[in-house]
């Protein structure tokens, strides 16, 4: 389906600035955690700001979740 079928938001879409952060890790469980802290950290610095995780696997999610409530306190 071409994109002009879709409007105008595919181009807003497409033309929005982006900020891709890969971070490498040495187990799987790390990754949850890691990504807590980054989220954390993106939160302080601009409380409004929109994030998006996404975890190759559901099983990280706990993870990821322990994180963030070691972090809030």
Known sequence: MPWDNFGEPAELLRQLPRTVRMV????SSMQGKVAG???AAA???NP???VA???PDE???LHLNEA????RG
């Open 48 to 50: 409004k700001a929109t």
């Open 43 to 45: 939160r302080r610095a």
């Open 24 to 27: 490498g890790v040495a187990t």
């Open 53 to 55: 995780v996404v975890l």
């Open 37 to 39: 802290q980054l989220l």
């Open 59 to 61: 099983t990280l999610l």
């Open 68 to 71: 963030i409530a070691t972090i």
